[in-house]
């Protein structure tokens, strides 16, 4: 998160309100299934295409949190949101998504995993644009 998102985060925790984190997997880039030699099909394909290599130290760190706990990487992804005090919402094309997603619950990252994403996420090059694929 950035200093601002930051700021806002401390005032809504102040006030008790609970953020909502919308697309947690990033439009599927934080699932683990795309890189940069693995891209969608459509629209989402430049816009992966872009972003995908500059998120190689956060995927590493997902992974290797994934393959130590047992988990997949979406669903530390999730995790990590959930102890950071939001409440993620991701979406799902099938069911097994859903299945899938539900791993996130019941267990928690330790404080060393969290540090090393975040650790992770601040040597990204750029910020995750808005959802350009979001309907008003």
Do not use: H
Not at 38 to 56: A, H, K, T, Y
Not at 70 to 93: D, E, H, L, R
Request: glycine share 10%; proline share 6%; charged share 20%.
């Amino acid at each position: 998160m950035g200093k601002d998102q930051m700021e806002l985060k401390a005032l809504c925790d102040s006030l008790g309100i609970q953020l909502i984190s919308y697309s947690p997997l990033g439009l599927g880039m934080l699932t683990g299934k795309y890189s940069t030699s693995r891209l969608p099909q459509g629209p989402r394909r430049v816009l992966f295409s872009q972003i995908l290599p500059g998120l190689e130290p956060l995927l590493i760190s997902l992974r290797e949190i994934a393959n130590k706990r047992g988990k997949t990487v979406s669903q530390v992804a999730i995790n990590w949101c959930i102890c950071k005090g939001t409440v993620p919402i991701p979406g799902v094309k099938t069911l097994q998504q859903a299945k899938e997603n539900l791993g996130a619950l019941g267990w928690r990252l330790n404080s060393d995993e969290i540090f090393q994403l975040e650790s992770a996420g601040c040597k990204l090059p750029r910020k995750m644009i808005q959802n350009i694929f979001q309907t008003r």
